[in-house]
């Protein structure tokens, strides 16, 4: 049955997490992810899962490896110098292709900074945060039930691609309350493990044509070396060797890159005739959608583009959005990340204007209008 | 129609618990959409603390609170602290036992704000015989001045909230808040 709650955004992705078929968290509480792990707490022993508080960080990224490697969907929830702490096991990670989730409700920084402030200032680490080439997939919801639905989808692009997978929620997100609705069944991606033919041998990373090798679990039978030194399709280290690097490295960046149209995922509104785009993700979202409805009402051919997937970047559709457009406008809780993203793709045919703020504080609708209605004037001119 | 609520009070009172009642009548209860924040850090114990709930008919864009259309206080710092902002001919409701009235008189009647005034913790403590239910009483209070959720949902979201075994004196609660607005 169709369940109906009222619950913290935090909560909200504790139970996306649980429906996903998580059943490992490992994590150390910080403000403002704590709710996470406390409701992790409870939800996972009574749904046959296991929840370990950790010494710190570094070390819940890499209960949460290993967890993963024993077959079972894993999580980690953080905030702030939490996710400094984890990025060299995000690395090891993606070098070794294992599916787990990362939350990161950012709150104020950098350092200590501001724990019960909101924040998007971390949306660059959240790119290339640990040493290397490499891609990954995040997720940023702006609402209670988008924190349920998108930690569901993150579990499942994590399992697809065989990827660590973050969902960059932000304080705002993880302490409102909400209404949640809970559906009867969610679509989950299951683990592909390997088969083999009769007397075939068995090359872990001998990836077939979509870069995503399946994945056994310790105690299958198979027999895989977990390294994150550069290996082979064999899985053995092999480090001098440039063609092995080259060929390792690019499949990992290429599994996202290649399949980019399957992985981003968007909103558009009041987009068809939009001389003006408001681009966003994550909470400044809520105040885009009321300015845009202000300022058409006034006239100005402005619509929203809300990303629903941060990284990798929707280049295609900001493309196309660019052929029409004369100005792209981004909201962001920080003094511009996203931002450089949009001026690359969207930059040559447009003026970008960055609406950064900081401090903690969701950017009123107000603001977001002023900023429509001064560039319009402009354009006027 | 969109409606602010804002509640202040302090740590121990309940305050947070009622924003989220209201937020649970108005979703869940009401068929009505809502978002209740509160506030974090330090001024949470002790001192001042604040819930805030967005009612609407329709979807809810910004969630956050700009200037609410009621304001329920109930301590002197919440009050002097949290009323500024209140709407023109807002709804202001005070426990006056823990208010000073004095010190409003000039802002309810420049802004010319309906008082509404329900001695929640006086009623919780004498009629009900438990202080801890004062959040309860002027949740009652509150529904009565304002409207701003229906009775059946108010009761049905404290229902859904109280813990077991306690029901009954939770609706008593509410009913003798209820009472206690003209």
């Known amino acids: 049955m169709v369940e109906e709650r009222f619950v913290l955004g935090n909560e909200a992705c504790a139970l996306g997490a649980i429906a996903a078929g998580c059943r490992f968290f490992a994590g150390y509480p910080i403000t403002p992810s704590t709710e996470i792990a406390e409701n992790m707490s409870v939800l996972l022993p009574k749904n046959g899962g296991s929840f370990v508080q950790m010494e710190d960080e570094i070390a819940s990224a890499g209960a949460i490896i290993g967890a993963s490697w024993s077959g079972v969907k894993s999580m980690t929830a953080t905030s702030g110098p939490g996710i400094s702490l984890m990025q060299e096991n995000i690395g090891y990670g993606v070098i070794t292709e294992t599916p787990i989730v990362i939350i990161n409700v950012q709150r104020g920084s950098p350092s200590t900074g501001q724990p019960t402030m909101s924040s998007q200032s971390d949306m660059m680490q959240a790119r290339w945060g640990s040493h290397g080439d490499y891609e990954t997939i995040a997720l940023s919801p702006s609402s209670v039930q988008e924190f349920f639905d998108f930690t569901i989808k993150a579990f499942n692009l994590a399992e697809e691609y065989r990827v660590p997978v973050l969902v960059m929620s932000d304080e705002v997100v993880g302490h409102m309350r909400e209404k949640l609705i809970i559906p009867d069944s969610v679509d989950i991606v299951k683990r592909v493990r390997p088969e083999l033919e009769e007397g075939e041998q068995y090359l872990p990373y001998d990836a077939p044509e979509n870069g995503v090798t399946p994945m056994p679990a310790f105690g299958d039978g198979f027999n895989v070396h977990v390294t994150g030194l550069t290996h082979d399709k064999r899985g053995y280290p092999d480090t001098n060797d440039a063609e092995t690097h080259t060929d390792l490295v690019e499949r990992l960046c290429d599994k996202i890159l290649k399949n980019k149209d399957k992985i981003c995922s968007y909103k558009e509104e009041f987009c068809d005739d939009a001389e003006i785009v408001v681009v966003s993700y994550g909470s400044p979202y809520r105040s885009v959608l009321t300015a845009v409805k202000e300022a058409r009402e006034e006239g100005i051919k402005v619509g929203s583009l809300k990303i629903d997937t941060p990284w990798p970047f929707p280049d295609e559709e900001i493309s196309k959005l660019a052929e029409n457009a004369t100005d792209f406008i981004m909201p962001e809780m920080n003094l511009g990340q996203m931002v450089h993203e949009l001026e690359r793709v969207a930059g040559k045919d447009a003026n970008v204007h960055l609406i950064g703020k900081i401090g903690g504080v969701l950017h009123t609708p107000e603001e977001i209008l002023e900023k429509i209605k001064e560039v319009a004037s402009k354009k006027e001119d | ?182």
């Open chain 2, 1 to 182: 129609m969109r409606q602010e609520v804002r509640i202040g009070g302090f740590g121990g009172q309940g305050v947070i618990m009622t924003g989220i009642v209201i937020g649970k009548a108005a979703s869940l209860f009401d068929g009505k959409n809502a978002v209740q924040t509160q506030s974090y850090g330090p001024e949470a114990r002790g001192g001042a603390s604040k819930t805030e709930v967005v009612i609407s008919d329709e979807p809810i864009d910004y969630p956050k609170v700009q200037a609410p259309d009621i304001f329920i206080a109930m301590s002197q710092t919440a009050l002097m602290k949290y009323k500024d902002d209140l709407k023109e001919e807002g709804i202001l409701i005070i426990d006056p036992d823990l208010v000073n009235e004095d010190d409003i008189a000039d802002f309810v009647a420049d802004k010319k704000i309906k008082l509404f005034r329900a001695p929640a913790t006086r009623t919780a403590t004498d009629v009900i015989g438990l202080r801890v239910v004062a959040n309860i009483v002027m949740m009652g209070a509150i529904v009565k001045a304002t409207g701003v959720v229906s009775v059946e949902a108010a009761k049905e979201a404290i229902l859904d909230s109280v813990p077991k075994g306690t029901e009954d004196k939770n609706i008593q609660a509410f009913e003798a808040g209820y009472g206690l607005i003209e």
